[in-house]
């Protein structure tokens, strides 16, 4: 008579000194090592061995299947095939604690409104509730087309305030270049100078920009390719395109001043520069774009004897390294580019976006409108 399968289990190697898992699968044996020699270590490794081999096979019941394994398994699957791995950890770590321990059943409009609730009050905007939504959203469809669950469900998502488009005008720019040539070089001043001219004349993103390297920038040919070799084109399209007479000069004498083994354009200390949000925000408080101000508190040790926190005041600004991109856009439609060249220029995927986003900056845009109600009046 057959023996009695009594599932994995725990068995000593003398051999080797070490745990490892020992099963019965159609009747042959099976093992699994734990790669440890401690006791503790490996029930733990058996523990999870076996809530990873218990998952049931086929589509599971929505009311069965936890959201801490779908949002799980969406990390594991698609998170290294995104354009920003570490962004959508962010969310994922975000979503957890409300979402974790509930089924893909308990997303409804109810439960997405307390998530909704209880992100604002932690201080938290509409647009970051709306992307971490999407997540879950992305999540439990990616559970749907892989057949572990039933069916989808629907995702309720705040509504976000229209976005306000900041752009400078060429006056504010310059002035905006007049403070950052009065950092110190030890200070970076030299990046913030090229970093401003860079988004201002190729119109890329930040990370496009921080990301250059020289081998990108053909200065003979007069052309920069944005997308980096190796890297897929994403809706965020990185185009390659000419480069202006006047950025030429400044990346010649850039180039001739680089040090940087890594090939990058911005690097501090032979690293490359991953940010330049917070030396951006100080050089246009600096230059005078200061749309308010706000509080903060924090306990200094040697200056707070009494252990009360000391006030901050720091500066607010409207504008980033994202409007330098906004800028020139808006510059080249008031020329009366098409949105169509407009679109490729920047990468946009559809020349539609560009109309929503941009167009309203064309003084001509509703010319033949307003040449129409002229003839009808």
């Excluded at 270590?41 to 936890?66: C, M, Q, T, W």
């Excluded at 000069?249 to 850039?254: D, M, P, R, S």
Aim: net charge positive; with cysteine.
């Amino acid at each position: 008579m057959p023996r009695r399968n009594k599932g994995p289990r725990l068995h000593w190697r003398v051999d080797k000194q070490i745990w490892e898992i020992r099963w019965f699968e159609n009747g042959r044996k099976r093992s699994k090592s734990t790669s440890t020699c401690e006791r503790g270590e490996a029930e733990k490794a058996l523990a999870e061995f076996i809530v990873h081999n218990s998952r049931p096979i086929g589509p599971s019941d929505p009311a069965y299947r936890k959201l801490s394994d779908v949002l799980s398994d969406y990390a594991d699957e698609h998170g290294p095939h995104v354009a920003s791995p570490a962004t959508l950890g962010y969310s994922i770590d975000a979503l957890i604690p409300y979402w974790g321990a509930k089924t893909v059943q308990d997303v409804n409009e109810v439960t997405c409104r307390g998530y909704n609730r209880i992100r604002q009050e932690a201080g938290l905007k509409p647009g970051t509730v709306v992307r971490e939504l999407n997540v879950l959203n992305a999540a439990i469809n990616h559970d749907w087309k892989q057949g572990r669950v039933l069916r989808n469900a629907p995702i309720w998502r705040p509504k976000t305030p229209k976005r306000k488009e900041r752009w400078l005008s060429r006056k504010e720019v310059a002035n905006l270049l007049r403070q950052a040539r009065k950092i110190p070089i030890n200070k970076g001043g030299e990046h913030m100078r090229l970093f401003i001219l860079l988004s201002l004349y190729t119109a890329a993103r930040k990370s496009a920009i921080l990301e250059l390297r020289w081998h990108q920038i053909d200065l003979d040919r007069g052309i920069i390719d944005l997308n980096p070799p190796g890297r897929e084109q994403t809706s965020k399209t990185r185009p390659v395109i000419s480069i202006s007479s006047r950025l030429r000069t400044f990346l010649v004498y850039a180039k001739r001043r680089s040090g940087s083994d890594t090939g990058y354009l911005f690097t501090w200390r032979g690293r490359p520069i991953k940010d330049i949000k917070k030396s951006f925000h100080a050089t246009a408080c600096k230059a005078g774009f200061v749309t308010g101000w706000q509080r903060s508190e924090k306990i200094i040790r040697h200056v707070t004897k009494d252990g009360l926190p000391v006030t901050f005041v720091h500066p607010i600004t409207d504008v980033t390294p994202h409007v330098m991109r906004h800028s020139m856009i808006s510059w080249i439609i008031a020329k009366g580019v098409s949105a169509q060249k407009v679109a490729r220029f920047v990468g946009h995927s559809d020349s539609r976006i560009t109309e929503a986003i941009y167009f309203h900056h064309d003084p001509d845009y509703f010319a033949d409108v307003m040449a129409a109600m002229g003839r009808v009046s």
